[in-house]
């Protein structure tokens, strides 16, 4: 089935070309066009000018996908092809992100002030009908740094909204695109904001559209945004499986309680981190 998989890595120049993954498709961005676009201007050329076979995998993935994984591209593939026709496959990092806050919204919120609002006034601008503070993600949902691998059927939902986004932020006089412009900081510069909202769509379209079927890379097997988080592992657990509960049940009880636990397990890791504690070794 390997010929039914194509996954590619962007790369900038030399150096981050050099250090790409054998088992990927090099796609160049060396000439840059769009810095603050970072993958979304390789993605967005590569999915307007080629026609996607049906039935076909794709996946764009950035430089660092191997660091934040520690996957290399022969174990994805063999994933994939695993993956039982599934739409869309996922390999997201950060389990702890995943299962520690509602939403990926709520997450970005806490890095990026203001951001409920913006991808709420985003939505309602496209006319995606969702209210983003009721949306409930859990690691079967959540998909950071658009590090997935999916059929057509899904990259044409997701192009939709990246066009979307496209035409707002170009348009001067888009209230919406003004917004999305604003800068924000990140990775020791600056982002405009909707990068950040636009890396949160795929997990959206997942959560929102129960006809997509998805197939997730063990989450728990993937690395924590911080090694803090080894100290509570098993809360990140439980606060997961809270969500998948009400989502399969939709009893309030449920959210009720991952709300409580949630509270508490937050404040557990801001102590810990502010005590400086070491990790948990991982077991030999």
């Known amino acids: 089935m390997s010929e039914n998989i194509r996954i590619f890595q962007v790369f900038y120049n030399q150096a981050t070309r050099a250090a790409l993954d054998p088992e ?18 390789p993605i967005s050329r590569f999915l307007g000018s080629n026609t996607l076979e049906e039935g076909c995998y794709y996946g764009f993935l950035s430089p660092k996908f191997g660091v934040k994984t520690g996957l290399g591209g022969r174990q994805v593939k063999d994933f994939v092809a695993q993956a039982d026709g599934a739409d869309v496959v996922t390999f997201s990092p950060f389990p702890d992100q995943a299962a520690c806050y509602f939403n990926m919204f709520e997450q970005c919120e806490n890095h990026h002030p203001g951001a409920i609002a913006m991808a709420q006034a985003f939505f309602d601008a496209v006319g995606m009908n969702l209210e983003v503070t009721r949306l409930v993600m859990d690691t079967r949902s959540t998909v950071y740094c658009n590090y997935f691998v999916a059929k057509p059927v899904f990259w044409r939902r997701w192009k939709q909204v990246l066009d979307r986004c496209l035409e707002h932020i170009g348009n001067p006089y888009s209230p919406v695109g003004a917004r999305l412009n604003a800068r924000t900081p990140y990775d020791n510069g600056y982002s405009p904001m909707w990068v950040m909202i636009m890396e949160r769509v795929a997990a959206t379209l997942l959560a929102r559209d129960r006809d997509i079927t998805v197939k997730n890379y063990p989450p728990f097997l993937l690395p924590l945004a911080h090694p803090v988080w080894t100290h509570l592992a098993a809360e990140i657990v439980a606060l997961d499986a809270l969500k998948r509960s009400y989502l399969t049940t939709q009893v309030m009880e449920y959210l009720q309680s991952y709300r409580a636990l949630q509270h508490r397990t937050i404040q557990a890791f801001q102590q810990l981190s502010a005590r400086g504690v070491a990790p948990v070794a991982a077991p030999a």
């Open 24 to 41: 990927f498709e090099p796609l160049d961005n060396s000439g840059n066009e769009r810095p603050e676009w970072r993958e979304y201007w």
